[in-house]
């Protein structure tokens, strides 16, 4: 029983998001409203959107692992290194990038260098697709990929099937509504994504016994509250020094939105 009221649940919830698409796909009246929401959407939802499209499968799922299988300083350092990226990147880039492109009446990253730089023969635009569709398309793909493991994990639904539904559901609200749609079920997702971090956080401390028991707990695993990265084998571990987990948050923080819309809408 309780399944089902999950499942009818996550159904109700997708074809919301289908609704939601659908609801902006009449007010979308030229290219700059599909890709940019006619660059009015509100600060709020846009910086909502981008960290939700950044910030989604890796976090909820890939985060916790890394915790488990490292220790507790891997996902500390990352997390250090994207919060100071993401600051630098709306401090430094995202409000001139906003400015300049408007007056270039740029729509994507890719357009905005290629006029910046009077490319006359659009090799900086087509350079920026490709790289995108080379390192996007496998993290969209990730995406794809943690909505079936989630899925057959939880409810034993065939793995491709949920994430053939999942892909289905993401890019018809995408290409129905444009970044109107985006943003909104973003910013819903982003919610509930926030509810269920704290929410997970405050039942799994209870079931482990309190706070006390978790410390108890992590004290007794070896390097697990060091501030080195470890990775245990068996009894060893090797150790990956925390620059590099450091650096791996700051790059990403600072360019993983190229190719998202928020960059050029943003406040």
């Known amino acids: 029983m309780t399944n089902i009221c999950i499942i009818a649940t996550i159904i109700i919830y997708l074809v919301a998001m289908l609704l939601v698409g659908f ?17 009015k959407m509100g600060p709020l939802v846009t910086a909502m959107s981008a960290e939700a499209s950044d910030m989604s499968s890796w976090l909820l799922m890939g985060m916790p692992g890394l915790a488990y299988l490292t220790g507790i300083a891997s996902p ?5 290194g994207l919060a100071l990226g993401t600051w630098l990147n709306w401090l430094i880039v995202a409000r001139r990038l906003r400015r300049y492109s408007a007056n270039l009446e740029a729509i994507t990253v890719p357009q905005f260098l290629s ?25 969209t793909a990730s995406g794809f990929a943690a909505c079936g493991k989630l899925f057959h994990s939880l409810f034993g639904v065939d793995y491709m099937a949920a994430m053939v539904v999942s892909a ?6 995408t290409i129905t509504g444009g970044f109107r749609a985006v943003t909104t079920t973003d910013l819903i997702q982003s919610i509930v994504m926030s509810l269920a971090l704290v929410a997970v956080l405050v039942y799994g ?31 060893g571990h090797f150790v ?4 590099h987990r450091l650096h791996h948050g700051v790059g990403p923080g600072l360019f993983r939105n190229a190719p998202h819309p928020a960059p050029l809408h943003g406040h």
């Open 23 to 39: 609801a902006y796909s009449k007010s979308n009246n030229d290219s700059t409203d599909f890709y940019l929401g006619g660059r």
């Open 76 to 80: 500390g350092w990352t997390a250090i």
């Open 115 to 139: 006029l910046r730089f009077h490319d006359q023969r659009n090799l900086l635009n087509a350079l920026g697709a490709v790289i995108i569709i080379v390192f996007f398309v496998p993290y």
């Open 168 to 173: 289905c559901v993401i890019v018809g609200y």
């Open 205 to 235: 401390i209870g079931a482990a016994g309190g706070w006390d028991a978790v410390v108890a707990n992590a004290q007794s695993l070896p390097g697990y509250r060091s501030g080195q990265p470890q990775r245990r084998r068996g009894h």
């Open 240 to 243: 990956q020094p925390a620059g």
